[in-house]
């Protein structure tokens, strides 16, 4: 009697089982990430580290706004003395211009 009771009941006992594996698996799966997209996200996170580590520190960028403000005022310095010799060239090139009229 209870063999048969087995027998009838089995497949309904097996698909519920099955049914509730399932649903836990649906609910796994949505409450932790995958493999596959834990390792995308560590790969993405070590490129941005070393993409960090490339950059210039702190100390690097204070010594070239540094250089720069120093390269600026050479090249006003320059520009004062090339003046003179920008004036006498226009000078020369309207003197030239006036003797082939």
């Not at 996200?41 to 941005?48: F, G, T, Y």
């Not at 520190?57 to 090339?82: C, F, N, P, V, Y």
């Amino acid at each position: 009697m209870e063999l048969d009771w087995v027998k009838a009941w089995w497949p309904i006992v097996w698909a519920g089982v099955l049914t509730v594996v399932q649903v836990i698996q649906i609910l796994l799966s949505k409450t932790y990430a995958r493999r596959e997209e834990v390792e995308k996200v560590r790969r993405d996170m070590d490129e941005l580290k070393a993409q960090v580590d490339a950059m210039p520190t702190r100390e690097e960028m204070t010594k070239l706004t540094l250089e720069l403000s120093e390269a600026r005022g050479d090249m006003k310095e320059l520009r004062a003395h090339i003046q003179p010799v920008e004036h006498l060239a226009q000078l020369l090139l309207e003197q030239r211009l006036n003797e082939n009229k």
